[in-house]
């Protein structure tokens, strides 16, 4: 369980917006067994700022549509109605993550370059190795808030949160053992318990919360594991995290990937860093 005080601070963050009513309204449908492109457009053209969004994406070099989708339907067929509803659901957490970014000296940018790559790669990895069994979407949002806690430790507990990268500089030691001798608790924890809050897929509460943890039995949460692995062996860390050891997941923790599989993975992910943080970029709004 969390940290009684810091839990208690991640639930008194009354300035913290509730999700908007647009990502309710998509969070409802991905619970569905189907969605249709019309539907997922409807919900989306509500909100001018997430669909202007997703249509630059769809535009982008990672998907090599470059100027030639012209409509949000056409990025649905693109993208998917998965990657669709993922990437508007994302969009709309951005925004309401990024409001403090003027507050203290965050590094959000290099933040969502990591976020965004290991949320791509999970993606990726529901489609390649996991059979089906988890939902690409979910998945993406996983990936992408895999280390939410990190950000609301800064901005919320940041004396204390600066002790503990401090601490890393000085020791041979990973960031949530760091975390949990520092403040009593880890950010996986924290994440876990604001993803609770804001009632998204109990999937994601638990993948972001065990994403550090050994052998676990949710086949998502191995998933995040070995994404957020390779994203930082492939170059993309997450500028709250200078520092630190960084052990190579166990054989459990390895499948349904093998280790020349994994190696596969962090050097595709080297391949491609312009592409990569151009979306995050424009997921931005930049």
Not at 16 to 25: M, R
Not at 149 to 178: F, H, Q
Request: proline share 4%; aromatic share 6%.
């Amino acid at each position: 369980m969390v940290h009684c005080r810091f839990r208690e601070m991640i639930l008194s963050v009354e300035e913290l917006p509730s999700l908007p009513s647009v990502v309710q309204k998509l969070m409802s449908a991905l619970q569905k067994e189907e969605v249709t492109a019309q539907d997922l457009e409807h919900i989306v053209a509500t909100d001018p700022a997430i669909s202007s969004r997703i249509l630059k994406v769809a535009n982008s070099a990672f998907f090599g549509r470059s100027g030639r989708v012209k409509t949000l339907d056409q990025a649905i067929v693109l993208l998917g109605t998965k990657l669709v509803q993922a990437l508007a659901v994302s969009v709309s957490i951005l925004d309401i993550l990024h409001y403090r970014q003027k507050v203290l000296d965050l590094p959000l940018e290099t933040y969502w370059f990591h976020s965004f790559a290991v949320a791509w790669t999970v993606h990726r990895l529901t489609q390649t190795v996991s059979r089906g069994e988890e939902d690409p979407g979910v998945a993406f949002m996983a990936g992408l808030l895999h280390d939410l806690g990190k950000l609301l430790l800064w901005i919320y507990g940041y004396e204390e949160y600066r002790k503990v990268l401090t601490s890393l500089s000085t020791g041979d030691m990973e960031a949530v053992e760091a975390e949990r001798r520092v403040l009593g608790t880890d950010h996986a924890e924290v994440g876990g318990e604001l993803v609770r809050w804001w009632k998204l897929p109990k999937e994601i509460e638990v993948a972001v919360r065990d994403h550090h943890e050994e052998g676990s039995d949710l086949a998502l949460t191995r998933l995040v594991k070995l994404a957020d692995y390779a994203a930082h062996e492939a170059g993309y860390e997450d500028g709250l995290r200078s520092y630190g050891a960084r052990q190579p997941p166990r054989l459990r923790s390895l499948e349904p990937l093998s280790p020349q599989g994994l190696e596969t993975l962090i050097e595709g992910l080297r391949k491609q860093p312009g592409e990569i943080e151009e979306v995050a970029r424009l997921l931005l709004g930049k």
